[in-house]
């Protein structure tokens, strides 16, 4: 089996080295990921400029092939598999920090997995809740493999993708979860540059339901959140009112 390892904290991060050493135990393993960090750039493809991919041997892979790309996550897996190959699996991660609820619109780490789906590949994201005194993306990467094995014996429905989320600490165990409302409530902070003119920063502080089911009320009660995303964003249960109103115009 060919697996493809990518991310959004770039090929440098202590996560993705860890997620690609342990995925040897499930076979043949490549890295391709951002050569800067890529967070919150959601599921972005770079089509105005030319893109650089280079083999890497800095990054602590070993003799794991690694390839860094001056573009995005998603980026990174088009040309994952369109210059080395289709893998029969893809896994994004372990990103720093959680990516729970509508941190999916913006996550670079699941916009690799969800590039990954489009392309028919079984695609997963993992990502570290990072409030816990120390990471330890060893742990979370042995239960990556698990999760990850066990996506590879019995596949995914077509157009759906694994979002997993690790709790800081020793997990209690594994659920299967739906999306939760957790969010960054944004902020705009202006300053001003040294000739007066104004500038701003977009910044914000997590907020949502502890709704119980839900991948943020796992994660906070010590457990890991498997969140089946599929992607198909219509709303099904909208369409006939929808028609309605279209034939009134």
Known sequence: MRILVSNDDGIFSPGIKALGLAMRALGEVYVVAPDVEQSAVGHGITVRRPLRFKHTASAGFGEIPAYRVDGTPADCVVLGVHLLGRPDLLVSGINIGVNLGLDLTHSGTV?????????????????????????????????????????????????????????????????????????????VVERLDPEGRPYYWIAGAPAGEEEEGTDLWAVRRGYISVTPVSLDFTATGLLEEVRRWLAEL
């Open 111 to 187: 916009a690799a997995a969800l590039e990954g789906t489009s392309l028919g590949i079984p695609s997963l994201a993992f990502s570290l809740d990072t409030s816990g005194e120390e990471l330890n993306f060893a742990q979370a990467a042995a239960w990556a493999v698990r999760i990850a094995r066990r996506v590879a014996a019995r596949g995914l429905p077509k157009g759906v993708l694994l979002n997993v989320n690790f709790p800081p600490g020793t997990p209690k165990g594994v659920l299967a979860t739906r999306l939760s409302t957790h969010r960054i409530e944004d902020q």
